[in-house]
């Protein structure tokens, strides 16, 4: 079992840490593709926001311009003096967010040269975007552009000069003058703050509230978002504490929304596919190599979890408690022998366990991994008389689907929320024998299954069904191979935003406590969203290290 890194660059983990260690805070920690401090709030600079932490490649530069922020900027002076006009709000974050990587020293080149490497990639996503295919797109680069030269003392590069040569000159005689005292006023926040404001004045002149879908769609295409939305925990909340329990984790649940549900599915996965199909998979899966035998499987777990149990009550005992079906016997007789019955206790687990499987799009390739390694877990755990309960989650099209093009008919409004249907697989329904209930795992076989993966309703789903399982110890195993992937939520909500859901829905169950939940992750390292997780290495057929990954969550 081991974490991946990405070639050639920091592994996420390693990201976080450098942030860490740069800003001064020690509880920033990284959550899916964001950056979070201790409290929970989001930490995410404007150009920040459209590199994700995971890139090996633009890592490094997410943890310096985020140490950067933390370091020299106050939340509280930002968010005083942020202007209330988008347009404005998004000058003065950019112009923020640069002015404290303005002050990286020089004699830390590759602090510089990973900042400049963050906001040329910003440009390039921008580009793509179409960005400057619009007068306001193209006034924002411009501003964007001026403000980074200006601070920075760095020439405007020469590709970009002729395009925004035109805009610059209309701006030159309002916003000449604040734009050249930026540089000097970088040490003095609040001072600074006002000059950018100015600036940010004439942007929203010149494109007018109330804001159009026009200017939302554009601000969200640049990633403009505040970088740390401190917010000061609600009373009884713990500083540091799981985002589950404060106040950004219960905002980020009561904010989560849901376009419609009209296409949302929940399907019992012995009804796909047809009968002569179904049972082709069912071979192939019986005749997979299985590298645990389901006995070794029982031992272990009825060893860990077994726990004395009243089995009956056993008469003809010579102490105890007066057998009242033996009365007449003694009365006849006079004797005592055999007329007390006592408790009979046997050592026996009292336990379940509920398997949440990923099947969006990526695990498609992991799909018979899987099945075998739920088999054969559920075969072993059969045999100890744990029942399992196998779950699976992925989506009813691609790209929104039908939902998605409802949204579009009913004009696109800002903050749809999810979009597209969810589709909830019962792939082993509660209470069933693994004998009768494992058919449906053959599901994990056909290919057109896999689609896109909301996980944050889907958890939440399987965690209810766990939490009525009969059983001391009930557990839940999330079995993925990343973060949520919903393309059309994406696209209008932020890449962070399913993200953030997840997360405040993992802390929210771990800190319930009626389940115990963990993680595995293939290929794939998932401790921003879950606090007990286990990697492991990708491989064709299903790996002695996968089954053990699966029993330490079990029984840990």
Same mark, same amino acid.
């Given at each position: 079992?081991?974490?991946?890194? #990405?070639?050639?660059?920091?592994?996420?983990?390693?990201?976080?840490?450098?942030?860490?260690? *740069?800003?001064?805070?020690?509880?920033l920690?990284?959550?899916?593709?964001?950056?979070?401090? #201790? $409290?929970?709030?989001p930490?995410?600079?404007?150009?920040?926001?459209?590199?994700?932490?995971?890139?090996?490649?633009?890592?490094?530069g997410?943890?310096?311009?985020?140490?950067?922020? /933390?370091?020299?900027?106050?939340?509280?002076?930002?968010?005083? +003096?942020?202007?209330?006009?988008?347009?404005?709000?998004?000058?003065?974050?950019?112009?923020?967010?640069?002015?404290?990587?303005?002050?990286?020293?020089?004699?830390l080149?590759?602090?510089?040269?990973?900042?400049?490497? +963050?906001?040329?990639?910003?440009?390039?996503?921008?580009?793509?975007?179409?960005?400057?295919?619009?007068?306001?797109?193209?006034?924002?680069?411009?501003?964007?552009?001026?403000?980074?030269?200006?601070? @920075?003392?760095?020439?405007?590069?020469?590709?970009?000069?002729?395009? !925004?040569?035109? $805009?610059?000159?209309? /701006?030159?005689?309002?916003?000449?003058?604040?734009?050249?005292?930026?540089?000097?006023?970088?040490?003095?926040?609040?001072?600074?703050?006002?000059?950018?404001?100015?600036?940010?004045?004439?942007?929203?002149?010149r494109?007018?509230?109330?804001?159009?879908?026009?200017?939302?769609?554009?601000?969200?295409?640049?990633?403009? &978002?505040?970088?740390?939305?401190?917010?000061?925990?609600?009373?009884?909340?713990?500083?540091?504490?799981?985002?589950?329990?404060?106040?950004?984790?219960r905002?980020?649940?009561?904010?989560?929304?849901?376009?419609?549900?009209?296409?949302?599915? &929940?399907?019992?996965?012995? $009804? !796909?596919?047809?009968?002569?199909?179904?049972?082709?998979w069912?071979?192939?899966?019986?005749?997979?190599p299985?590298? &645990?035998?389901?006995?070794?499987?029982?031992?272990?777990?009825?060893?860990r979890?077994?726990?004395?149990?009243?089995?009956?009550?056993?008469?003809?005992?010579?102490?105890?408690?007066?057998?009242?079906?033996?009365?007449?016997?003694?009365?006849?007789?006079?004797?005592?022998?055999?007329?007390?019955?006592?408790?009979?206790?046997?050592?026996?687990?009292?336990?379940?366990?509920?398997?949440?499987?990923?099947?969006?799009?990526?695990?498609?390739?992991?799909?018979?991994?899987?099945?075998t390694?739920?088999?054969?877990?559920?075969?072993?755990l059969? %045999?100890?008389?744990i029942?399992?309960?196998?779950?699976?989650?992925?989506?009813v099209?691609?790209?929104?689907?039908?939902?998605?093009?409802?949204?579009?008919?009913?004009g696109?409004?800002?903050?749809?929320?999810?979009?597209?249907?969810?589709?909830?697989?019962?792939?082993?329904?509660?209470?069933?024998?693994?004998?009768?209930?494992?058919?449906?795992?053959?599901?994990? %076989?056909?290919?057109e299954?896999?689609?896109?993966?909301?996980?944050?309703?889907?958890?939440?789903?399987?965690?209810?069904?766990?939490?009525?399982?009969?059983?001391?110890?009930r $557990?839940? &195993?999330?079995?993925?191979d990343?973060?949520? *992937?919903?393309?059309?939520?994406?696209?209008?909500?932020?890449?962070?935003?399913?993200?953030?859901?997840?997360?405040?829905v993992?802390d929210?169950?771990e800190?319930? #406590?009626?389940?115990?939940?963990?993680?595995?992750? !293939?290929?794939?390292?998932?401790?921003?969203?879950?606090?007990?997780?286990?990697?492991?290495?990708?491989?064709?057929? @299903?790996?002695?290290? /996968?089954?053990?990954?699966?029993?330490?969550?079990?029984?840990?």
């Amino acid at each position: 079992m081991t974490a991946t890194t #990405g070639a050639g660059g920091s592994s996420p983990d390693t990201t976080a840490a450098a942030a860490r260690a *740069m800003s001064r805070v020690p509880r920033l920690v990284r959550r899916g593709e964001v950056l979070v401090t #201790g $409290t929970g709030s989001p930490v995410s600079a404007a150009h920040v926001a459209t590199a994700p932490v995971t890139d090996p490649r633009l890592g490094p530069g997410v943890a310096d311009a985020v140490a950067a922020r /933390l370091r020299h900027s106050s939340a509280q002076v930002h968010e005083e +003096l942020l202007p209330a006009d988008p347009l404005a709000a998004v000058v003065v974050e950019l112009a923020e967010q640069l002015r404290c990587e303005s002050l990286t020293p020089a004699t830390l080149p590759g602090t510089v040269r990973n900042l400049n490497g +963050l906001f040329d990639a910003w440009l390039d996503t921008a580009h793509a975007a179409g960005a400057a295919d619009t007068e306001l797109g193209l006034h924002v680069l411009t501003v964007a552009v001026l403000l980074r030269s200006r601070l @920075l003392a760095i020439p405007i590069p020469a590709a970009l000069e002729d395009e !925004i040569e035109g $805009t610059r000159f209309a /701006l030159a005689g309002e916003i000449g003058a604040p734009l050249r005292s930026l540089r000097r006023l970088r040490h003095d926040q609040r001072a600074f703050a006002k000059r950018a404001r100015l600036i940010g004045a004439v942007l929203a002149a010149r494109f007018p509230a109330p804001p159009t879908k026009q200017t939302g769609d554009l601000v969200r295409q640049l990633g403009f &978002v505040p970088l740390v939305q401190q917010q000061p925990p609600p009373a009884g909340d713990e500083p540091g504490g799981a985002a589950g329990e404060t106040g950004w984790g219960r905002q980020v649940l009561a904010d989560y929304r849901v376009f419609t549900t009209a296409y949302d599915r &929940v399907t019992d996965a012995t $009804t !796909i596919g047809r009968a002569y199909q179904r049972a082709r998979w069912q071979a192939e899966l019986d005749r997979r190599p299985r590298p &645990v035998a389901p006995q070794r499987i029982a031992r272990v777990v009825t060893g860990r979890l077994s726990a004395p149990t009243v089995d009956d009550w056993r008469g003809g005992a010579e102490e105890g408690l007066l057998d009242a079906g033996r009365l007449g016997g003694f009365i006849a007789s006079g004797s005592t022998e055999g007329i007390f019955r006592t408790r009979h206790t046997v050592a026996r687990p009292d336990a379940a366990v509920t398997l949440l499987l990923d099947c969006s799009g990526s695990m498609r390739t992991h799909g018979r991994v899987v099945a075998t390694l739920v088999d054969t877990i559920g075969r072993g755990l059969d %045999l100890a008389g744990i029942p399992l309960t196998v779950l699976g989650f992925s989506t009813v099209d691609w790209h929104g689907g039908a939902a998605a093009r409802d949204w579009k008919l009913a004009g696109a409004p800002e903050h749809p929320g999810r979009l597209g249907g969810v589709h909830h697989l019962v792939l082993v329904p509660p209470g069933a024998s693994w004998a009768r209930g494992r058919s449906g795992l053959t599901a994990l %076989l056909r290919p057109e299954l896999f689609a896109e993966g909301v996980d944050g309703e889907a958890l939440q789903w399987a965690a209810g069904v766990a939490a009525q399982q009969d059983a001391r110890r009930r $557990t839940l &195993v999330v079995i993925s191979d990343g973060g949520p *992937m919903s393309t059309a939520t994406r696209d209008a909500e932020g890449s962070a935003y399913l993200d953030a859901h997840l997360t405040a829905v993992a802390d929210r169950i771990e800190q319930a #406590g009626e389940v115990r939940l963990g993680a595995i992750g !293939i290929g794939a390292d998932l401790s921003p969203f879950y606090r007990r997780t286990r990697v492991v290495d990708e491989d064709d057929d @299903l790996p002695t290290g /996968l089954v053990h990954a699966m029993l330490d969550l079990v029984l840990s």
